[in-house]
Nanobody
């Protein structure tokens, strides 16, 4: 399963950016898809993601500023980031969890894929 991410860049504090990620390849289904980020010297953390059944999770620090949208038919998620702050700076990674094809129509083994990462820099 391949992930193609786009977006990111440099923006001033208070500005907006949009990240897009599309999953491609052969798989049975997606159970979760979204974005994580890693700031310099810090651990990778969840930013926002969709989970099975339509649930959405956001990091507390981005609630009310970031919005994630899923296009299920296109296996794509779009993260709109508003009111960006310098602390939002980091490398943003698209992530997908799902199942490969099994026998017949049944799901097979699970998989996890990560995108190549895209830099988001917010200047003060």
């Amino acid at each position: 399963v391949q992930l193609q991410a786009s977006g990111g860049g440099l923006v001033q504090a208070g500005g907006s950016l949009r990240l897009s990620c599309a999953a491609s390849g052969r798989f049975h289904s997606i159970s979760a898809m979204g974005w994580h980020r890693q700031a310099p010297g810090k651990q990778r953390e969840l930013v926002a993601r969709y989970t099975t059944g339509g649930g959405v999770e956001y990091a507390t620090s981005v609630k009310d500023r970031f919005t994630i949208f899923r296009d299920s038919a296109a296996n794509t998620v779009i993260l709109t980031m508003n009111s960006l702050k310098p602390e939002d700076t980091g490398v943003y990674y698209c992530n997908v969890d799902g199942f490969l094809h099994g026998r017949g129509w049944a799901p097979g083994r699970s998989f996890t894929s990560w995108g190549q990462g895209t830099q988001v820099t917010v200047s003060s």
